[in-house]
């Protein structure tokens, strides 16, 4: 996918995953010329994004827009669109990835027909294109030849370090009425589960422990007990 010409944009960098501090970014670019790496004037992200008429001002994307876009930033690394603003992923650590993995395979191996399990895949919302570490939907791979899922049954988030993003994004999936969200705490060895989506919130939240089993409400056939998660 090619830049949009003279398109403002932000890569927000450095948001809340492994390895990062809350709160800490490191960077922010505002391209001003279609030229991956001609024109960015980069600056600290941590003190100008402090300040309230710029945050104000921030020019944020529609979905339309972010797809005109290259999928990489001048880095070279990957985003993902949060409520307009273009954010970079983080890498992911080895424990990250392992969990992950276990979560995929897990869910694979008892996933009914008529579901399919991405990781890492794209989700198009009304303001937003996120990539969950993992998502479930209903359908079939051909439902999704021409565009993304735009809700899912569940979406689960892995949470090393910091969950803040994962937890504001709560309300990003219940505005798509995505059916059940998790967020796997690793320090904690807990899972939080977000459940009935209604008028844009979650109405029911719960924490599961590392004793317990977790049953997924929109998907029976999916149980996972948290203490293999860990292991």
Same mark, same amino acid.
């Given at each position: 996918?090619?830049?949009?010409?003279?398109?403002?944009w932000?890569?927000?960098?450095?948001?809340y995953k492994?390895?990062?501090?809350?709160?800490?970014?490191?960077?922010?670019?505002?391209?001003?010329?279609t030229?991956?790496g001609?024109?960015?004037?980069?600056?600290?992200?941590?003190t100008?994004l402090?300040?309230?008429?710029?945050?104000?001002?921030?020019s944020?994307?529609?979905?339309?827009e972010?797809?005109?876009?290259d999928?990489?930033?001048?880095?070279?690394?990957?985003?993902? /669109?949060?409520?307009?603003i273009?954010? !970079?992923?983080m890498?992911k650590?080895?424990?990250h #990835?392992?969990i992950? @993995? =276990?979560?995929?395979?897990?869910?694979a191996?008892?996933l009914?027909?008529g579901?399919?399990?991405?990781?890492?895949?794209?989700?198009?919302?009304?303001?937003?294109?996120?990539?969950?570490?993992?998502?479930?939907?209903?359908?079939?791979?051909?439902d999704?030849?021409?565009?993304?899922?735009?809700?899912?049954?569940?979406?689960?988030e892995?949470?090393v370090s910091s969950?803040?993003?994962d937890?504001e994004?709560?309300?990003?999936?219940?505005e798509?009425l995505v059916?059940?969200?998790?967020?796997? /705490?690793d320090?904690?060895?807990?899972? !939080?589960?977000?459940?009935?989506?209604?008028?844009? #919130?979650?109405?029911? @939240? =719960?924490?599961?422990?590392?004793?317990?089993?977790?049953?997924?409400?929109?998907?029976?056939?999916?149980?996972?007990?948290?203490?293999?998660l860990?292991?």
């Amino acid at each position: 996918m090619a830049p949009s010409t003279g398109l403002d944009w932000v890569f927000w960098n450095g948001l809340y995953k492994d390895g990062a501090p809350d709160g800490a970014c490191s960077e922010t670019a505002f391209p001003h010329s279609t030229g991956r790496g001609s024109g960015r004037n980069l600056l600290p992200m941590s003190t100008i994004l402090e300040i309230p008429e710029v945050r104000q001002r921030v020019s944020r994307l529609s979905v339309e827009e972010y797809h005109r876009l290259d999928q990489f930033n001048e880095n070279g690394r990957r985003t993902e /669109l949060i409520r307009g603003i273009a954010i !970079e992923k983080m890498s992911k650590s080895p424990l990250h #990835r392992s969990i992950g @993995k =276990r979560l995929y395979d897990s869910i694979a191996r008892i996933l009914p027909k008529g579901f399919l399990v991405y990781q890492e895949a794209p989700l198009t919302l009304a303001d937003s294109e996120p990539e969950p570490d993992i998502s479930v939907v209903h359908g079939v791979e051909s439902d999704f030849l021409a565009s993304h899922p735009s809700t899912a049954e569940l979406v689960i988030e892995v949470a090393v370090s910091s969950p803040t993003l994962d937890r504001e994004n709560a309300s990003l999936y219940a505005e798509a009425l995505v059916k059940e969200y998790w967020i796997v /705490l690793d320090p904690q060895q807990q899972v !939080e589960v977000y459940r009935q989506p209604e008028s844009g #919130r979650y109405q029911e @939240k =719960r924490v599961f422990g590392p004793d317990e089993t977790l049953d997924c409400s929109s998907i029976p056939a999916v149980r996972i007990r948290i203490s293999d998660l860990f292991a």
